[in-house]
């Protein structure tokens, strides 16, 4: 089998899409499947402009799809994967297979963002169901989550061309550790603490003010506890601002950690937390349930991981004081079964060689039309 893989992002350069993309590669190629990927910094095909995307949104998405539709007007490709695709008009593809790791009709629809971010989403949402809605007839698509496909039909993409495959984890790297305390030392965590980890962009998406916000109780209440975030974005600098401004001890801002640094981090903490208010499936949640880590996370569609693993508390972060005493009370109980319940949810259903059996069952599928 051919395949043409075009992504706006791609391993290493990239965050959530990136990786999914680089890792069902990785092991498709494992299986024979001959893979060329295409995306704003390649590895196989260069397309489009990175910067342009990073800085103008979707005037940079539209451009990028443009010259696909241009580059590979007659390709011959067995079947064709296209991540999130804004493709508006001459589309060259017959056999298509399109994942949405979000839609915008999400975004817009769960308000997320202040008022110009929200009218942004929403505008971007009508170029979305235009694009989506005019894929050639043999198109498949995917969502990373149930809702996400849920989004789809709403968008109106019929049911019965809609299949649900999720992310996935690497199992292997991503475990639990025997010894939390030698590995808090690289990171500078204190070795007796209850550790909370937050792994992620720092965006009106994420709400990183919430964190803050509600850890502020916790450390009140509890004392030995540390929370420790993980990742860059354009709300870090006024995150920070806040917890010194709240007088908070014990939050570590760690910046952007490395991809090779990233297991062991997971494999010190104790537990996992996002209050994001709208998600695809997101690796680091995937990647905190192979670690092991009980999980506590907002009260929104995408996150059911949870609940279906019964490996943490599901929290409606909009009531502040209610949310920071629910979670002062599950930190306060014994969680030895949802460890283990995360670790055995993400080995039998979340592993990439899983996953990717879902997307060659899909790609065969359009072959066969």
Known sequence: MKLLVCTTEYFPHGAGIANVVYNVVKQLKSMGVECTVCSPTGPDIILGDQTLIQKTGI??????????????????????????????????????????????YGLSTNGVGTPPFRLYNSLVAHIERYCLTRMPPNTLFTGVGQPVCEELKKIGIEGDRIIYIPNGVDTRLFRP????????????????????????????????????EVFSYLERELGNVTLCVAGKGELLEETKGLAEKMGLQKVLFLGYVDDQDLPNLYACADYYIMASKYEGTPLTLLEAMASGLPCIVSDIPNLDSVRDADCGIVIDFNDLSVASANIVDYLKKDHHEPKINARNFAKNSLDWEIIVGSYLSAFNELCAR
């Open 59 to 104: 005037g940079g998405l539209l451009y990028y799809w443009w010259q696909v539709s241009r580059y590979f007007k007659n390709s011959d490709y067995d079947v064709v994967w296209l991540q999130n695709p804004f493709i508006l008009t001459g589309n060259p593809f017959k056999r298509c297979l399109v994942t949405m790791h979000s839609t915008y």
């Open 177 to 212: 550790s025997p010894d939390k305390r030698l590995l808090r030392k690289k990171f500078g965590i204190p070795e007796d603490d209850i550790v909370l980890l937050s792994v992620g962009r720092l965006t009106h998406q994420k709400r990183p003010y919430t964190l803050i």
